[in-house]
């Protein structure tokens, strides 16, 4: 029995020295930064950047998956907006008629998305982003909901619930998105409107992204609502402009959705204010932008705080060329249109044009969205497919038969 010492009396090979043998580190061990520096670091990249670096390890994979990491890389992506904001662009193509989904990064061209919405609808209607998913659904009455995450490329649709309209109450659903921090959910809401005529509560329901559920909501306020979205989203909170009736008669009346007790709530009117508003997002706070539809016009941007109330925080123009003005984004450029249909990024301060745009083969009626990408998804999504020619030849199909039925030949109704 050979004596006990070091190595049991075996000599150490090259290969067995703890000093020379390779290890290949762990990315996300912290052998080169703390956990904490490294999540970090990995919060501020892209989502196409994070999609890649999920195939790296398990840890990373895990990490990047975890509501704390998706949360904190949404804040730094809708920070970063504040400097140079994406856009998505809601138009139609000029020759099919289509439904165009596109992304526009400045200075960077127009690329066309993949749409999850089924191009055999001939209307769709944009709500969002919230938390970086953007609601497609078919008005009059809200349905085909299908929520979509661009950056992921995912989607799936929402089951609706068995709510019908009242016939010659109801005449058009008006939808909006919320966001539910504390649970981590996304809400979609249905207002049922009503007419001005009719002095009874508008039927408003809410459909939870983490039960998959609807349920009716309490609500006890009777507004008239024209419009088929909610105005603008503003940290996961949906306003509304509406109208509302008195013993001083019909005005107008900001609305917003409060979305821990789950009730509407009024705000403070203006008072006088110009023929058009239009709600926006500009640095996170509600602002309405205030103008009149003329040469040379003058456009009055309000900002909304909860103390305080409307304040005017500044002044912008003379506008020249604004054949129509899209909206603004939230680090404060206008989006407006000339009368050439080419859509321009416009500077308040300096009146300056930034950027000029166009989408490819797509008529005006513009939807413009600020938006902020997001790894956030909800159960169910699946990666969206490109609309093949078969499905374009079914909507081409289902149009022949509505106008068929329509004047009056139904023989010739063939799918």
Not at 120 to 134: D, L, Q, R
Not at 335 to 351: H, M, Q, R, W, Y
Request: with cysteine; charged share 20%; net charge positive.
């Amino acid at each position: 029995m050979p004596p006990k010492g070091k190595g049991n009396g075996k000599k150490k090979g090259k290969g067995d020295s703890k000093k020379t043998k390779s290890r290949v580190p762990n990315p996300a061990s912290g052998f080169y930064f703390p956990r904490e520096i490294m999540s970090n670091i990995l919060s501020r990249l892209p989502v196409k950047t994070l999609l890649r670096f999920r195939c790296v390890c398990k840890q990373w994979r895990k990490l990047i998956s975890k509501p704390n990491f998706i949360a904190a890389h949404f804040r730094h992506s809708s920070s970063l907006q504040r400097a140079g904001s994406s856009i998505i662009i809601g138009s139609r193509h000029d020759e099919t008629s289509d439904h165009v989904l596109s992304l526009y990064n400045p200075p960077e061209s127009v690329v066309e998305l993949d749409n999850p919405f089924p191009c055999f609808f001939p209307n769709m209607y944009i709500v969002g982003p919230c938390n970086g998913i953007v609601c497609l659904f078919s008005p009059p009455w809200g349905e085909l909901i299908t929520l979509w995450n661009p950056a992921m490329r995912q989607s799936r649709m929402v089951q609706l619930s068995e709510t019908l309209p009242l016939q010659g109450v109801h005449f058009l659903v008006s939808v909006g998105m919320a966001f539910d921090s504390q649970e981590n959910d996304l809400l979609i809401l249905r207002i049922f409107c009503v007419g001005l005529t009719y002095a009874v509560p508008n039927h408003v329901e809410m459909y939870s992204t983490k039960t998959l559920r609807w349920k009716k909501l309490k609500n006890e306020m009777v507004f008239h609502i024209v419009e088929y979205t909610c105005n603008v989203i503003v940290k996961g909170v949906p306003y509304w402009l509406v109208c509302m009736t008195d013993k001083f008669g019909t005005r107008a009346v900001f609305l917003r959705f409060d979305v821990g007790k789950l009730v509407f709530e009024k705000l403070p009117s203006i008072g006088r204010h110009k023929k058009h508003q239009y709600l926006v997002d500009l640095e996170d706070s509600l602002c309405m932008l205030d103008w009149d539809q003329k040469d040379n016009c003058h456009m009055d941007v309000w900002v909304m705080d909860d103390e305080a109330g409307w304040s005017k925080k500044y002044n912008v123009g003379p506008l020249f060329g604004f054949d129509r003005i899209l909206g603004c984004l939230r680090n404060g450029n206008i989006v407006a249109k000339n009368e050439n249909g080419v859509v321009f990024l416009c500077d308040p301060i300096t009146s300056s044009v930034k950027s000029k745009f166009s989408p490819d083969n797509a008529k005006n009626g513009y939807v413009i969205l600020d938006y902020s990408e997001s790894l956030f998804l909800i159960g169910g999504m699946q990666p969206v497919k490109k609309q093949d020619a078969q499905d374009k030849l079914a909507r081409k199909k289902l149009t022949r038969a509505c106008v068929n039925f329509l004047m009056g030949h139904p023989s010739e109704i063939i799918l």
